[in-house]
């Protein structure tokens, strides 16, 4: 059984299953382990984390049962916070089918991967960036959006290993023009922030490539080193052509948290604009879902979970609840277990409620048996989704069944 414990109860031979709260906060790199160090058990408790989660069919339990959250309640919670975040009133349809845009999506992701390729590459030789070369770029990834937001971001997230960085810029682009547009901003401002996206990491380029592309965790040295990345590329941006003021604000400020606990300024309050606050957001989710050197990604719908997990203060509230509306709470792609216990495949969102998608229903977990496909409008059926499962557990080919 997984259950969350407080830090200070931890005690050896306890399998540790999850540490919560910022990955950063703590040393352990693995994931899961046994906790068989006392050196170990010494850095837990001295680190700032405040719970764990614990596997007790792994290693020993909790002496106080009293002190337990079930990981139940805990789900309970977060389920409930996101239910409360209403659908905008009248949600625009996409005008295009995902399957019509996502050609059209994977080659714009691939120019757009080639120019911020370009450019950074101009950056790391020291030379300043021609800003307005990606203008049109951001442009189309604009239109891609407004025809069908989902297949930009479906394929935005598919990213192999050694481009991570381009194809990282090229993703936080297309989620800061469409967070800003569930924000409402004018065309202007949706314009600068998929700019600001799309250059935010750009000071990655001076960072030595043995301690960017190192495949496990950082020491504290080379962490120190990484921080230096949002102002060297604020100053790259600095001496370019045609720099917005939001790029170089989103820049200098993306790992800026509104607990002021971020770098490199440590800023908070009225000082972290909203562009910043939408960088952060924006910024996490795709390196959580992206496939990376040193960790797999997640799927979209468990990151969206984590992330409304994180109650410390690292994202300001209402630009995270934006950002789910744009997401959705089961993005296309999805798979789902229904409460009669049928697999399902997300294929399309509803303008009704962020619960209640289309699905392609497709495996009865009943009769562990595949059926013919069948869909679901859950907006206007009884049925609803139950959880989200692992498609890696289940092993089947969504792509074939859900047809992107
Ligand atoms: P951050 O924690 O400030 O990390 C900034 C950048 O440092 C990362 O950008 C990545 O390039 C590098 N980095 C950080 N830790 C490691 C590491 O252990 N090994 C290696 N090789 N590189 C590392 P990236 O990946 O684009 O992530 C952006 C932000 O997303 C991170 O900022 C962090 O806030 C969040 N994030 C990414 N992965 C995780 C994760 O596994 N857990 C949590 N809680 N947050 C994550
Ligand atoms: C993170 O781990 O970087 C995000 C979690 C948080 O600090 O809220
Ligand atoms: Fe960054």
Redesign the pocket.
Known sequence: MIKKIPTKKIRLGMYIQELCG???DHPF?KKSFLLDRQEDLNTLQNCGIQEVYIDTDKGLDILEQSEIVSLQDEQEKIEHALKNIPINKGKAIPKVSMHDELDRARKLQSQSKAAVHSMFQEARMGNAIKISDAEPLVDEINLSISRNPEAFLNIARLKNVDDYTYL?SVAVCALMIALGKQLALDDKQIKDVGIAGLLH?VG?MMIPAD????????TDEE?EI??T?PRKGWEILKLSEGANQVALDVCLHH?EKVNGKG?PESISGDALSLYARMGAVC??Y???TSN????NGWEPAETIRKMAEWKDG?FDETVFHAFVKTIGIYPSGTLVKLKNGKLAVVVQQSDKSLLAPLVKAFFSTKSNEPFAPEMIDLSKSQEAIASIEDPSKWGFDLKSISGF
Do not use: E, Q, T
């Open positions: 910022s990955w950063m790199w990282h990491d990655k301690v960017l592309n190192k495949p496990g965790k950082l962490f990484i921080k990345h790992h770098y910024d996490v795709d390196a959580l990376r050197c040193y960790k690292h």
